[in-house]
Each structure stands twice: as C-alpha cells, then as structure tokens.
C-alpha cells in the first residue's frame, strides 16, 4: 500500500510529494503539466504541514510524515522535513535559507527517533534550526522504549489525551545549545618542545588527552571518570577512566575492546601512552615468552571448560529404546531427541494427564518446554525431527483426514445441497472433530493466526528448529505482547482472556502449549537478554548444552533401518492414538520410593544453589524454582509410557525426571558463566584464545586472520590481538612494530 503525503506552501499549494511504500521504502514526486515526476531541481523544499504551522509561535519537529499525522490528530502543531535523517544537509545545501525563512523566532521542539539515525537527526538540525534563529529544545521521549521507537510508537501504547501528551514533553524537554567542538585526537597530539621528550620515542601529553575525554556528562568518582562508552549503545555510564603515572586506563564494563573505546573517543590508543608504541615493546619484556612444556599446560586450562557430557541418563525402558535406535541411526544427541519426544507426547495428552495440588506443587500437567543449544553441524534438526516423528506422523494423518472431510462436505453443496443439510453438517462435525484433534502449532504465523489454533485444538507443540528466529518474531509489531502471553500461559490456567484486533475479545479454556526448540549460540545470545531471564520467560526453558561431536559421519550415508522399523515408534504411534481417545483425566500421585528420590533430588539441587557465587545465584535462581516441576512433568509422561494406565509415579518415572532436570542444570549453569553471560567483547577474547589453544598455543598471524572465527576482517583481529596483547594475554613477536600474517602469536600463562 501507498501512502502520498503532500508538502503545501502557506496558501496550501501542492509543492511537492513524499510517496512511502509498505515496505517502508519512498520517493519523491512533483507534477508539471499533470505529469508526476521525480525531478526536483529548482523546486523549494518547504516544511511539511506548512500550512498549519505558519503562523504557530510553537512547533514540534519529528522524523517522519506519519509522526506529524499523529500528533495532528492529538491537535498539536508538528512538521518534518523530506528525507528522513539524512535529509537535513542536502536541505541546506540547495536552500542555506531554509531554517531561517519557515523557523525564525519559533521555539522548536524535537522528538527523535530512538535510534542512532534519530539522535543525528536531532543533533543536526538543532544545530541548523539554531543557527537560522529558532529556540530549539530536545526531547527524546522515546528512549525508554525499543530501538527503532517512534513517536507514533509512544502515542499507540500510551494512549495519551492532548494535555497529558503536552505535560509530558514539558517535563522531558531540554534547551538545546550548541557544543563547542572538541579538538581533533585522530592525529599525534602536537604538544610544546619544553613538553617533548629528548628520547627518540614521541611523547604524548596524557594529561591534555585525560582532560578532553573527561569533559561533557559524567560524574566523578574519587579519581576515576565515569561516562557513556562511545563504542556501544549505552544507557548508563559504563566507562570508567583513570589517570595513572604514564597512562590512561579506561575500561568499559560491557567488555568493548580497548581499541573500538580508543576510536569512539577520537583519539588512538598510542595516545593514552606517555611514550607511543613503547608501552606494547616494555610489555612484551615484562612478559616472557613461555618456556619449553608450559603452552601445553596454558590450553589445557583455556579449553577445560567444564563443558557437559553427553546425556546417557535414559530412564524410561520405551524411551530408552527409541532414543538408542534414532541415535544410533543419525549420531543426534539423544537429549534433543529425549526432551523433543517428551514434550511431544505430553502435547498429544494435555490435560488428560495431571498431579493434583498436595504432591509438593500446585496442579501440574505435562507442557515441557525444552532448548537444547549445539554448534553448527551437530544433527540438531535431525534430532528434533526424530524426537517429533510420531507425533508429526499422527499430525499428517489428521490433515488427510481433514483434507478428505472438507472436500466431501464441498462436492455435497458443489451439487446443490443446501449447507444446513444433514448430510454436510456430518461432514461439518466430523472435520472440526478432526481439527481438534491437530497439535503442531504453526512457527511461521502471527500471535491471532496462533490464538485461531489454540482455541480450536486447546493447544499443542512448537517444533522450532530455528528457535532464534522463532524468538525474534516475537519482537515484531504486530506480534507486541506475544512473548509475555507465552509466558503467562506455561501455567495452564483454567480461562485466559485475550483481546486482538480481528476477533475482539477471546477466553481460552486451559490453553496448553509445549516448546521444544534449537539453535547455536551464536545465533541465540543477541536475542536473549537480562529481562528474559529475570522475568521467568527463559526459566520456563529447560536447557541443554550437549557437547560437539568428535566422530567422523559414514562416507556414504543411508542405513535399510529406518525410524519406522523400531518396534519403540510403533508403540509410540499408537500411544498417540491412545491419548486422543482418552475422555477421563488421568490423576497421577507418587509412590513412596518416588517422593523419596524427589525429595532428596529437591534437597541437593538447593544444597550446590547456595553454594554458588552472587552471580550464578542471580541468573540460576529462576531456573532453580522450576526445575523441580519439570522433573514431576517428565515424570508424569515417563510413567505413561511405562504404564498408561497406573496413576502411581513409581522410582523408574522419578529417576527419569531426575536425570534430565539434573542434566538441565548442568547446562545452564555452562551456558550462563561462559556463554550467555558474556559480553560480546568477551565471547571474542575467548573464541581467539581458544582457536590458538587448539593449534598448540601458537600461530602465525595470518592462519588467525583467515579463520572467519569473528567473521570481521583484518581490522578486527588485529584491535582483538592488540586488546589481549595490552591484557597481558598474549604475546606477539611483531613485523615492523605491527600485527602482520607472519607474526607469531602465543598465548601467555596469566595465572603464573
């Protein structure tokens, strides 16, 4: 859809157009003798909604010509340029007069998007608006909110009345004043000959360079500078620096590399040196290269890393037969397919399964919601596919089924019966039967085409077999509040209400929704966040973290055996078969030597919880509070298997649950202390030292920047090798005082 909007001169003239496509993509057009063209030259550019804004004393500037129609139908005077961030210097460029002409004594007020782009948008025609007479003031209301934010987007979820949206522009808005420009660090910093050295080496005056990246926002600490890191986004003061004898240190506590803080304060790191490159020299002398048998020891400790085993914790005789058989026949992690089969079966049976509040939790039914994380090559989506097969297998039958329904039911009203004839309304009957019957939930649809499923089936399974892009278009505007109605809903309530946009207001009767999903970490730990973690969305996950596979795939695959001839498939086809026909919940309790397996599980899993360190406490604690139920969850689905129709858990069913949630907490603890819980810059630092730990402890520099290990260029791995270098992590016999590919790097014993 297109969408034209018009700039008009005082008179309201059309002037010229901005036409926005809905790929968000636009173009400019002007019509000369009812031609539309996208010729402007030698057309004055005006501001849009001139018309209404000419006489205004007071007006406010946003980004976009959506914005403006907002905040016009809140009745507030508002205007933007064409062009969008970049639209400022081209503007004045072609018309210097422009600010001056339409903004001259106006006090302007400037609503930014919460971008990068948003914030020079600002920033460039504050200064312009500034110099054509204007009073400018800021006012990023938006910041709060998600990248990309804008105005409109503040307005939809607020929902302000004209005056509350105008209290709370005069309470965030700044008076806007020229900086005064800083001087330029790019080149040496040219300081007096009384202040220069006699030694050969140049010298720099740190103290002028202290001064200068100490100067704007920020607040002092003793004798230490904290202030916004240039080199990320940063919403507090993540970058302390302090002033030593012959150097700055500077350290920014989202682990940016020294070298990108260096570029984003405009200076280089030689310059923080009192003495040039010397520093890098002195340290390679104060650092000496490791002796004869040590770089042996150094990557041993760099690659022990506690990574879990393997999963061999098989409980469930069915269970253990299935997951040997598919194992076997693809080398898949048998947890993935473990924890994608559990999940699966407890999606066949809902609710039909259940304990009942007195066995040590409230009312619990078997929705399992399961990540297994693993490197690139490891059979991930073959495992999920082959934990799911039965119940993918039993899902085609029912679309066939369903398939088979419909077209019966349109032949019928095809030869003229009526559509309240007995004869379709069978047909009707038997196809939505069908349709309740369905459990795979679509991956690829919005949150209402999901609700639709749900409502109709009561629930059912994601099979994700690209979970971070699953997670992403969760973040999607027209998915807004769908991760935090996920969430609400691991709990089975018994009614939920939702309201959407096409079906008004829904109640959902114990909706019912397992997840099992995959991915690598590299594609996942940018998704995640803090938030996810400490409002229980990720603690709902149990976690896995199998280990990389070391064995060598058959040189020509393809096996006689295939899923559909283990016995343990076909008994699990037909338990599906099994619990679609259940009518009766099955109340489950636990048998004596069950409660004491649990129990004493409980206990040690609190015991190694306090044991941990402040931080390991804060991101395992969530997880903690919830592996517990999920150990009677797998349980619960355990003892179906083993026997569908006893309502005692006995120990075989405990233990399974027992080994899977232990197994769980094994790799979450990994995954948050050396993974998920890394900085960017740090997940980095580790990925280089590990890949010269595995080459013996040294390599040329050229086998390192070839590697594509940081998927950057050159660049990149030479201010990664010059941070480790500064960090006393690694020595580097240089090439003409630079990292070059014959360089040899080797990593240094920091604990020695």
Request: with cysteine.
């Amino acid at each position: 859809m297109q969408i034209q909007y018009d700039y008009k001169d005082g008179d309201g003239r059309i002037v010229h157009s901005v036409i926005r496509t809905g790929n968000k993509d636009f173009f400019r057009v002007r019509e000369v003798n009812g031609e539309k063209i996208t010729n402007w030259d030698g057309v004055q550019i005006v501001p849009f909604n001139l018309p209404e804004i000419y006489e205004k004393t007071a007006v406010i500037l946003v980004e976009g010509e959506k914005d403006v129609q907002t905040l016009k139908d809140l009745g507030i005077p508002a205007t933007t340029i064409p062009g969008g961030s970049n639209g400022w210097d081209p503007l004045i460029k072609k018309q210097p007069d422009f600010c001056q002409k339409y903004f001259n004594g106006k006090t302007v007020i400037i609503i930014p998007d919460n971008d990068p782009p948003g914030e020079k948008y600002m920033e460039t025609g504050a200064q312009f608006l500034s110099d054509g007479g204007a009073v400018v003031h800021t006012c990023p209301i938006c910041i709060e909110m998600d990248k990309g934010a804008d105005i409109t987007d503040w307005i939809e979820i607020n929902k302000p009345d004209r005056e509350t949206f105008m209290d709370t522009v005069e309470f965030n808005m700044n008076l806007w004043e020229p900086k005064k420009p800083a001087p330029s660090l790019n080149s040496p910093i040219h300081v007096s000959d009384e202040l220069r050295s006699v030694s050969s080496e140049n010298q720099y005056d740190i103290s002028a360079v202290f001064n200068q990246i100490t100067q704007g926002a920020g607040s002092w600490s003793r004798d230490t500078f904290n202030r916004k890191c240039p080199s990320h986004e940063d919403k507090k003061a993540s970058l302390s620096i302090t002033m030593a004898e012959d150097k700055i240190l500077m350290r920014c506590h989202a682990g940016c590399s020294f070298s990108n803080i260096c570029n984003g304060l405009g200076i280089k790191p030689k310059h923080t040196f009192k003495t040039g490159r010397a520093h890098l020299r002195a340290k390679q002398q104060q650092i000496p290269g490791p002796r004869p048998g040590e770089l042996s020891k150094i990557c041993n400790e760099i690659l022990n890393t506690d990574e879990p085993e393997e999963f061999n914790g098989v409980k469930a005789p069915i269970m253990d037969e299935y997951v040997k058989g598919i194992s076997r026949l693809t080398d898949a992690h048998p947890v993935i397919i473990y924890s994608t089969a559990l999940a699966s079966v407890g999606a066949q049976a809902q609710t039909r399964l259940v304990i009942q509040k007195g066995t040590y939790y409230v009312r619990l039914y078997p929705n399992i919601w399961s990540l297994s994380v693993a490197e690139s090559g490891t059979y991930k989506t073959t495992a999920l596919n082959a934990g799911a097969a039965p119940l993918v297998k039993r899902e085609k039958e029912i679309i066939d089924e369903i398939v088979e329904h419909s077209t019966n039911m349109d032949r019928l009203i095809a030869d003229g019966v009526d559509d309240d004839d007995p004869d379709v309304a069978v047909y009707r009957n038997r196809l939505e039967e069908a349709e309740s019957k369905r459990r795979k939930l679509p991956d690829k649809s919005s949150w209402e085409a999901c609700l639709d499923r749900i409502e109709k089936c009561g629930g059912g399974i994601w099979l994700l077999s690209e979970f971070g892009a699953w997670l992403s278009g969760l973040e999607r505007t027209y998915n807004q509040g769908f991760k935090q109605t996920i969430t609400e809903l691991y709990d089975v309530p018994d009614t939920y209400e939702e309201s959407t946009r096409t079906h008004g207001t829904r109640i959902l009767t114990k909706p019912f929704i397992s997840i099992s999903g995959v991915s690598t970490i590299e594609f996942l730990s940018g998704l995640l966040s803090k938030e996810d973690a400490s409002t229980g969305f990720l603690a709902r996950f149990l976690l896995f973290r199998p280990p990389a596979k070391n064995t060598v795939p058959d040189a020509l695959p393809g096996t006689s055996e295939r899923e559909e001839d283990l016995e343990s498939y076909n008994f699990l086809q037909e338990i599906y078969r099994q619990l679609s026909c259940m009518t009766v919940p099955l109340e489950y309790k636990l048998s004596s030597q069950a409660k004491k397996i649990f129990g004493e599980y409980h206990q040690s899993m609190y015991d190694r919880f306090y044991k941990m360190t402040d931080a390991e406490r804060f991101w395992m604690e969530p997880f903690i509070k919830r592996l517990g139920p999920s150990a009677l969850k797998i349980a619960m689905v355990s003892q179906f298997l083993i026997q569908s129709e006893q309502d005692v858990i006995d120990e075989h069913a405990m233990m399974t649950g027992v080994s899977l949630t232990s197994y769980s907490e094994i790799c979450t603890r990994f995954l948050f202390r050396r993974e998920l819980g890394e900085s960017e810059f740090q997940r980095k630092a580790r990925v280089v030292k590990e890949y010269i730990a595995k080459r013996g402890g040294s390599v040329k520099g050229g086998s390192l920047f070839s590697s594509h290990i940081l998927g950057g260029g050159t660049k990149e791995y030479t201010n990664m090798c010059e941070s480790l270098e500064a960090r006393g992590e690694i020595l580097v016999e240089r090439i003409d005082r630079n990292i070059k590919p014959h360089s040899k790097i080797m990593l240094v014993d920091t604990k020695g």
